[in-house]
């Protein structure tokens, strides 16, 4: 996949859900070969994983790069190289897999549970649940897509107000 560098800086410097600085390494389970483990500075923004390079004064304004978080999944792992980590392995390309270094197992469950619900197959399984639990109040299948324009202000503020009563 390509994509325009510019484009992605400006997306990975957006408001984010989590960020702190990392260890990790990459983990090639074929070749049984491991990297280095590197010191970089994550963003998670959406359903992508920045990272930077940590410098004497904080971070660059460019990513690295970004891990796109799609078909994973985030678990706690022990790893000699770090004391508290976890590791984000994929459901479609099993051979490769990053281990990730924290500072404290509250960090690890931090990460671990913000990324398991970055993931496009999670906000899917929310959206499903939601309108499952709309049918199921208000007796009518809620309409597929988004609200559109052309309904009126009061009926998408009702949806929303509903929305954010419901608690999971």
């Known amino acids: 996949m390509r994509f325009n560098e510019k484009e992605l800086s ?25 990297d280095t483990p590197k010191d970089r500075y994550f963003r998670l923004v959406g359903n992508c994983l920045f990272y930077f390079r940590c410098a004497a004064s904080g971070i660059e304004k460019v990513p690295l790069g970004a891990i796109f978080l799609e078909h994973c999944e985030a678990l706690q792992y022990t790893d000699n190289t770090f004391p508290f980590s976890f590791l984000l392995k994929f459901k479609l390309d099993r051979d490769k897999q990053y281990i990730f270094g924290c500072s404290s197992i509250q960090s690890v469950d931090k990460w671990v549970k913000t990324i398991n619900s970055a993931g496009y197959d999670q906000l899917r399984n929310r959206y499903d649940f939601l309108k499952g639990h709309m049918e199921s109040k208000t007796g009518v299948r809620p309409k597929l897509g988004l609200i559109s324009e052309t309904n009126n202000q009061e009926s998408s503020e009702s949806f929303t107000k509903y929305v954010n009563l419901i608690d999971l």
């Open 10 to 34: 400006v997306i990975a410097l957006q408001p984010c859900a989590l960020e702190g600085k990392l260890s990790f390494k990459t983990q090639h389970l074929e070749k049984h070969q491991e």
